[in-house]
């Protein structure tokens, strides 16, 4: 199809050379991500070859597609919860065995939940009136565009309430000193911490078609549709979008000021 790149040596060559550049400039930052940029680049080129061989095949059936939403929630959901408690958990001693494993489940189930809360009852809105067909080449990208934003924002929420807490300690103890629950006092501190994970949403939304055209607009332009039906469409997303990821970043602050994430990192 014309505007879409051409795959053998040249496209291996370009996203070869960017990843190395994208590698060389962080280590050259003192980041200490190059091997985190080198290894998502492998990561992306090793799933998409899996995914593109296998999506003819799921989007026969609206079945295996329904499965594939719940595999894609499921590691958005654990990628979510190691996100969130990552570096904290290194630095309050590493958890083994049964433990840890008990420990990351239950993290992986309060993302899946705050991620799900999001993702569902958007998902559904967009199904029931129609604006998305009830067929699994339209839901399954839709679906996709919607859990990665949730995941995106559950992990910028929870991490940064997370640090925000620990480091504010004093300010939280403060509120519990004054004779707010914990919930109310660990509100107070980390609150500023969903607003932060929802600005790339919020940014993303108010510069379109003026900074950037954005995936879902490009895709339906080239799948033959006039420009009219491919900003309509992106707007359905951006908009949806919103709606998930300012959900699923108030639901992650609940979770987290109620304790559920701070296994070794909540005040108190």
């Known amino acids: 199809m014309t505007g879409t790149p051409s795959v053998g040596p040249l496209l291996a060559l ?23 940029v080198a290894t998502a680049a492998v990561r992306a080129v090793v799933q998409l070859s ?36 990552g570096r904290g958990a290194r630095g309050h001693g590493r ?21 799900g809360s ?3 009852p958007a998902l559904v809105l967009l199904l029931a009136t129609g604006l998305v067909p009830f067929r699994p080449i339209a839901v399954l990208p839709i679906a996709g565009i919607l859990i990665g934003g949730a995941m995106t924002a559950t992990a910028l929420t929870g991490r940064r309430a997370l640090d925000d807490l620990w480091h504010r300690r004093g300010e939280y103890e403060g509120g519990l000193a004054l004779g707010l629950l914990q919930r109310d006092a660990a509100l107070e501190v980390c609150r500023p911490a969903a607003a932060l994970a929802l600005v ?41 979008l919103l709606a998930v990821e300012s959900a699923s970043a108030l639901l992650t602050l609940e979770v987290v000021t109620r304790g559920h994430f701070g296994e070794g990192r909540f005040p108190g």
């Open 14 to 36: 370009v996203l070869g050379a960017l990843t190395v550049v994208a590698v060389v400039l962080v280590r050259m930052g003192g980041l200490g991500l190059s091997r985190d």
């Open 50 to 85: 899996a995914v593109s061989l296998l999506i003819a095949g799921v989007l026969r059936s609206g079945a295996l597609t329904g499965c594939f939403i719940v595999a894609m929630l499921t590691v958005a959901a654990f990628t979510s919860a190691r996100r969130i408690s």
């Open 95 to 115: 958890e083994r065995g049964v433990r840890a494993i008990r420990h990351s489940a239950s993290l992986a189930g309060w993302t899946a939940f705050t991620i």
């Open 118 to 120: 999001g993702v569902v």
């Open 200 to 240: 790339p949403a919020i940014d993303q939304t108010r510069t379109v078609g003026l900074v950037t055209l954005p995936g879902a607009f490009v895709g339906v332009l080239l799948g033959g549709a006039d420009p009219v039906q491919a900003g309509a469409a992106q707007l359905l997303v951006l908009i949806a």
